[in-house]
């Protein structure tokens, strides 16, 4: 598994813009229910790194980036 240090505040942004797109989804399967606990915990760990003075970064696995990627 691969792993990379991105910015945390970017990171945030996107996952933001992930789970807007899950909300738009009318399907309430499992697997977008574990997308939406997934993502939702990414979200609040970058968003606290962005706030935090000295870190402004976050890693994520590669497939944590892929799930909040606009491919996913």
Do not use: C, P
Not at 12 to 36: D, G, I, P, W, Y
Not at 58 to 63: I, R
């Amino acid at each position: 598994m691969s792993y990379a240090a991105l910015d945390a505040g970017r990171v945030a942004r996107a996952a933001e813009l992930a789970l807007q797109t899950l909300s738009a989804e009318k399907e309430a399967s499992e697997v977008n229910q574990r997308k939406t606990i997934m993502i939702e915990r990414m979200h609040a760990l970058a968003r606290a790194a962005a706030e935090t003075a000295g870190q402004g970064t976050v890693t994520l696995t590669s497939e944590e980036f892929w799930l909040i990627s606009r491919n996913w």
